[in-house]
Nanobody, 122 residues
Framework: QVQLVESGGGLVQPGGSLSLSCVVS????????AGWYRQTPGKERELVAY???????VYVDSVKGRFTISRDYGKNMLYLQMSSLKPEDTAVYYC????????????????WGQGTQVIVSA
């Protein structure tokens, strides 16, 4: 079973930057695609960005040009560098991974980590 531990969240002012990290275990790093997600109270968890097993990144329009997803195959880790942050980026951020890219894109994943809180506020 895939296990995930997110870290790096915090409080940041609008326009600021933050870097999130995710330790992935239970699956070989070359076998999965992975994504970063976020959730706010009362809303469904949404995909923010994903990276394929080959390393190709894809972003939703709302974060394109501001967020960068990356992965370290050797350390089996996933990262999300966030810049030009906006108050609407405030959410709990989660990472996840799966062998099937469709599961990553469809947010169809059986288990989740604790997430890390990001608050963008002056």
């Amino acid at each position: 079973q895939v296990q995930l531990v997110e870290s790096g969240g915090g409080l940041v002012q609008p326009g600021g930057s933050l870097s999130l990290s995710c330790v992935v275990s239970g699956i070989n790093s070359s076998e999965y695609s992975a994504g970063w997600y976020r959730q706010t109270p009362g809303k469904e968890r949404e995909l923010v960005a994903y990276v394929t097993s080959a390393g190709t990144p894809v972003y939703v329009d709302s974060v394109k040009g501001r967020f960068t997803i990356s992965r370290d195959y050797g350390k089996n880790m996933l990262y999300l560098q966030m810049s030009s942050l906006k108050p609407e980026d405030t959410a709990v951020y989660y990472c996840n991974a799966a062998r099937l890219l469709s599961r990553v894109i469809g947010v169809n994943l059986p288990s989740w980590g604790q997430g890390t809180q990001v608050i963008v506020s002056a």
